[in-house]
């Protein structure tokens, strides 16, 4: 409940029918949509689409985040690590029935009898040490919380959670210091060796700093945040679970060499890793659907940037994106791209028809986060306004029932023409929200 508290930051998923165009014009389609609308929020976006054996690239708003740009790619890294631990499979050094406890010594709080294949697919239960104080150490600078031994900071172990799906960094972090145990090699060692300098990715770092060549100028709440970049936030604390720094060409040649070659994994090694964990994730790696079909794809999100990828293996095609922000400044971007990879059509936006939600303008209550949500017509616009959270986002039409934010994903559905009350609906949750008598 706490996330619907926060400035309503999910996704959607725009209607759209499907017809085939070209490349480059699904590439004019998205700046025609997207360019002004980031201009004029003083944000940034940059993408890469690789389909019918052709990329192209195209840099959105401000900021000029080409391909060449460098970017956290935050839990994106999760992918790479799996790799590794897939490879260490390969060469025997490993089985993923292996208990962690036969490579790393106690740590209290968490089961030595857990497999490596429960970290890989986030089923071990573990409790989550990266995000609890994130904020204050990247902006308080302080030497001394680098120090800090985070996998000490684990609370007690959740063993009826064993099985079940639950997203975990330090998963990750624990994949790490296996990998550094087996090869007595620093993890980012074993990046460089087997997976940078073999593919040519020159322009990926295991760690971000600022020190790096083309350097996409990181945000937060629209401000530069350049100054607080220390290459310990990225490397010490997620490490292997979101350390590394990329572009968009790199991840792309990473991605391809991943996914059609065997210059990384076995085939069988790969479906392993595709087929393996839950409905969501596999090893390291996303299951993403999009009417009834299965891509791949991580994404990463970190102060500063935000990084998300889709691949369609029966096409071979993908989308690469990332803004230079902790979110994607307009979420409505992401399906339009996985619609492309579908061959469906980027819609534009509709002009919303004032007369038909006019009746709808007042205050709402939204239950569930006890908040307090205004529609408001001003100026031949409709905005929905959160007074206490001092939000205030212009609305768009998708059909003749429903408004959308494009920047949080937040839908708003006509309930049979009840002006009383409308259909609240957010990447997956839906309510009602009934209109507050004044």
């Known amino acids: 409940m706490r996330s619907l508290k926060k400035a309503i930051t999910l996704c959607l998923i725009l209607l759209i029918t499907g017809i085939t165009y070209s490349q480059s014009n699904a590439l004019n389609s998205l700046s025609e949509k997207y360019n002004a609308q980031l201009k004029q929020k003083q944000k940034g976006i940059g993408l890469l689409i690789k389909k019918n054996n052709t990329t192209e690239t195209i840099a959105l708003g401000d900021y000029n985040l080409t391909s060449e740009k460098v970017f956290s790619i935050g839990s994106a890294t999760k992918t790479f690590t799996a790799v590794l631990v897939l490879q260490e499979m390969e060469r025997g050094n490993l089985k ?28 071990s239960g573990l409790d989550e040490v990266v995000e609890a104080n994130i904020l204050d150490v990247f902006f308080k600078k302080d030497d001394a919380l680098y120090n800090q031994d985070f996998l000490k900071q684990i609370e007690p172990h959740k063993p009826e959670k064993v ?56 945000t937060h709440r629209g401000k530069d945040v350049s ?17 590394i720094a990329s572009t ?11 996914y059609e070659t065997e210059k990384l994994l076995k085939k069988e090694t790969l479906q392993l890793m595709l087929s393996s964990g839950n409905d969501l994730y596999g ?30 293996p029966d096409s071979k095609s993908m989308y690469l994106i990332f803004a230079n922000a902790v979110s994607m400044p307009t979420k409505s971007i992401e399906n339009d791209l996985m619609g492309y990879l579908n061959n469906e059509p980027i819609k534009d936006f509709e002009d919303v028809d004032i007369d038909s939600f006019k009746n709808y303008e007042g205050k709402y209550l939204l239950k569930e986060a006890n908040l307090i949500l205004k529609i408001v017509i001003e100026d031949k616009k409709i905005f929905l306004v959160g007074e206490a959270q001092g939000v205030k986002s212009e609305l768009s039409q998708k059909d003749e029932n429903t408004l959308i ?32 008598k004044e």
């Open 96 to 123: 993923l029935s292996d208990s962690i406890g036969a490579y790393l010594s106690p740590i209290e709080n968490v089961e030595g009898s857990l497999t490596i294949e429960s970290l890989l697919s986030h089923e």
């Open 163 to 218: 099985g079940t799906f639950q997203y975990c960094n330090t998963n990750y972090m624990l994949l790490g210091e296996i990998l550094e145990k087996i090869n007595d090699k620093h993890y980012f060692d074993l990046l460089r060796e087997r997976i940078f300098i073999p593919l040519g990715l020159d322009n990926t770092h295991s760690y971000l700093h600022k020190n790096i060549k083309d350097l996409a100028i990181p």
């Open 227 to 243: 100054n607080y970049i220390d290459h310990r936030f990225y490397g010490d604390i997620p490490n292997a679970a979101g350390s």
């Open 248 to 258: 968009l060409t790199d991840m792309e040649i990473f991605y391809s060499s991943l």
């Open 283 to 312: 090893l390291g790696i996303f299951k993403l659907s999009h009417k009834d079909k299965t891509y791949y794809g991580h994404g990463g999100n970190t102060i500063g940037y935000a990084f998300s990828n889709a691949y369609d």
């Open 405 to 436: 934010d494009l920047e949080t994903g937040v839908s708003l559905t006509k309930n049979n023409n009840d002006s009383e009350s409308l259909t609240f609906s957010q990447q997956g949750f839906t309510t009602v929200i009934k209109r507050i």
